[in-house]
Every structure is written in structure tokens, then in C-alpha cells.
């Protein structure tokens, strides 16, 4: 696909107000055009859906998610018995012999943008608050707005939410199945990869914003909040950074053979004081119970201590006992055979009780 057909696509979002629906029939095209025979056309038409979701006017964002999951209940009534952008139709058949190295990648990629057309707009503005269109500043204009797919309107959910987190996780899963694998390697396929690795990029800048602008700002965290926050940071630091580092990695090498070059880092970071922070949240009631297994702890070591000392003293008066008998074994030397089997029974409860 040539960079300047798709930029003069997507350039025409930034043309038309935001309370135009322009989807309805932009989708509707790119739908035909996946369900052609031809898997080139297919998987051009999947990197020009890709490019309308990231590089889409902000205004139209939201309009491209609603109208992407209402399509995809809806029956093509072009083709009976199916709906628009049905898996199946898009993979469709075809047995031309070149076409068949990238045929399961076409699979992955068009399940990653059609999870991430439906998840989130641009550079996951969603998150970080990026490029977010204003308000409106009257009723009027927010009932237009509303009619024109509400792209203007307030965001429904607040950065961090937890419908957020799980199609983070989701985008985060269908982005790295598109790795490259052996025989998959041509121009296209290239040139969607790039995308998705830049993708992953944003995604992980823009969590990293999101946690930032929040724990900078501890005391705004409730109670009820502190379990998600500390959700995120685990997600970041555990999955999100270091798996997409790993992707961009080894994706960066073989697309350098076609002149295509990601950046050396992610734009933003969070730093490590904060993620430290992020991570403690919410750790107060196991703070606690590890103190409390420690009092027990020290309890059950006093105790040990306690009985150690009373078996010592116990051992301490049976030696003591022992000599007063040898003592007395030897003065009474006229004493009977039957007091030394005294004696000597006495000696051996001793020795049993010690034990």
C-alpha cells in the first residue's frame, strides 16, 4: 500500500466535522474489499483499516469503534448467512501458490486491528488523555455532538478503568502473535508488522502516562481505587514493557532489509520510584499479617526457650539427685539387697521421666 493513497484516505477525517458519520460507508467499502479472493487485497485492505483506527482525525474516533462493533453484528445481506467482517469470509479461499507463506499471518493481523479498531482510537488516547477533543460548551452542541457518534463528548470510563485494563491486555496478546515466523517475510507483511510494533510502543507510552499523572498524586487514590492502580503497575512492569521491548526487538531486524525503522525507545517512561510506589498499594493488610506471623513467630521461640530452660533445671536436679544417691550408696554399706533395688528402680524412673 503506498504511503500517499493511505495518507490521502485518512487525511480526509481531519476534512469533515466530527458530527459526520463518515464510517458507515468507509467500512462498508474496506468490508467488500476484504471478502475479495485475493489475499494481497485482503490483507491491504486490513493495514488501511489499521491506519484509520491509529492515524484517524480525533473528532472520529468513536465513531469508528461504535460503528465497527454495530457492523459486526449486522448481516451483509450481500453475502447470506454471514455478517460483516466475518473471520471466515475474510480468510476466505485462496489456493494461488505465493499466497499461501503469509496466509496464516493475515489471520493474526487482522484479528490484532480488528480487537484494536474496537478497543481503542490514535495513540491510545483512551488512556493517556492525549489528543482529546474538547468539550462541549452548551447544550446545543453537546446534542449535535451526541448525534454525530459523541466523539466530543466526556469519556465514559476514567483512564485506568478496569474495561481499560482488560482490552489492554487484550491488544497486548493479539500484537505479539503477529511476529513474524519463517516464510511470512515480504514487503506487506513488513509494513503491517511496523505498525503493530508502533502500536505496542503507544500503548506501553501511554500506560506509563497514565501512571504517572496518578501516582504523582498518591493522596487523589482511594481506597477502592488502590487494587487497580496496583493491577496496572503490575500489568506494566510484568507484561506490558518488557514484552513489548522483546517484540520490537526482534522485529526491528527483519525490518530493516525493507528500509523500515522503529524508534530506539519508547517516548515515555514511568519511573521507578513511582512503579515502587504502585506496587506497594494496597499492601497494608498483608503488612500487617506478616507482623502478626512474626509476633507468633517470636512467641513460639519464647516458648521453646521456656521449655528448654525447665528441661536444663529438670536435668540439673536429677544429676544433683544422682550424686546424693551415690553419696549415700557408698556411706550405707550395711544397708539390705532389697533398698539397693530400691535404689535402683528409683534411678531408672528418673532416667524415664528425663527422657
Not at 109 to 121: E, K, M, P
Not at 200 to 211: D, E, I, K, N
Request: glycine share 6%.
Amino acid at each position: 500500500v503506498k504511503s500517499k493513497h493511505v495518507e490521502r484516505l485518512v487525511g480526509v477525517t481531519y476534512q469533515i466535522s466530527g458530527k459526520y458519520d463518515i464510517y458507515d460507508a468507509v467500512l462498508r467499502k474496506l468490508w467488500n474489499k476484504m471478502a475479495e479472493k485475493d489475499l494481497r487485497i485482503k490483507m491491504k485492505s486490513v493495514y488501511v483499516l489499521h491506519r484509520f483506527s491509529v492515524d484517524g482525525g480525533p473528532d472520529h474516533q468513536e465513531a469508528l469503534k461504535q460503528r465497527l462493533r454495530a457492523l459486526r453484528k449486522t448481516k451483509d445481506p450481500k453475502r447470506a448467512g454471514t455478517r460483516y467482517f466475518d473471520s471466515k469470509v475474510l480468510m476466505g479461499v485462496d489456493s494461488t501458490p505465493e499466497h499461501q507463506g503469509f496466509r496464516a499471518f493475515l489471520s493474526r493481523y487482522a484479528h490484532y486491528v480488528l480487537t484494536r479498531a474496537q478497543t481503542f482510537g490514535g495513540t491510545f488516547n483512551e488512556i493517556s488523555l492525549a489528543n482529546m477533543p474538547p468539550l462541549p460548551s452548551s447544550k446545543k452542541g453537546r446534542s449535535k455532538s451526541s448525534r454525530g457518534g459523541g466523539a466530543s463528548a466526556k469519556p465514559k470510563n476514567p483512564p485506568l478503568c478496569e474495561e481499560h485494563l482488560k482490552f489492554a491486555q487484550m491488544v497486548l496478546k493479539a500484537g505479539l502473535a503477529c511476529t513474524l515466523n519463517d516464510g511470512e517475510e515480504q514487503e506487506n507483511t513488513a509494513m503491517c508488522v511496523e505498525r503493530v510494533a508502533a502500536d505496542l510502543m503507544g500503548l506501553t507510552a501511554a500506560v506509563a502516562v497514565a501512571l504517572k499523572r496518578e501516582l504523582k498524586e498518591p493522596n487523589n487514590i482511594d481506597a477502592d481505587s488502590e487494587a487497580l492502580v496496583k493491577q496496572w503497575c503490575e500489568f506494566y512492569s510484568q507484561e506490558l514493557l518488557p514484552d513489548t521491548k522483546k517484540f520490537v526487538k526482534k522485529t526491528s531486524s527483519k525490518l530493516d532489509a525493507y528500509g523500515l525503522y522503529l524508534p530506539s525507545r519508547i517516548s515515555t517512561s514511568l519511573p521507578q520510584e513511582l512503579l515502587d510506589r504502585g506496587l506497594k498499594l494496597g499492601g497494608e493488610g498483608a503488612d500487617n499479617a506478616e507482623e502478626d506471623e512474626d509476633e507468633i513467630e517470636e512467641e513460639t521461640k519464647s516458648d521453646r526457650s521456656e521449655d528448654k530452660c525447665d528441661d536444663d533445671a529438670s536435668e540439673e536436679r536429677s544429676d544433683a539427685e544422682e550424686a546424693e544417691e551415690g553419696d549415700a550408696s557408698i556411706a550405707m554399706s550395711a544397708t539390705s539387697q532389697a533398698d539397693d533395688d530400691q535404689y535402683e528402680y528409683d534411678y531408672d524412673y528418673d532416667d524415664e521421666y528425663d527422657d
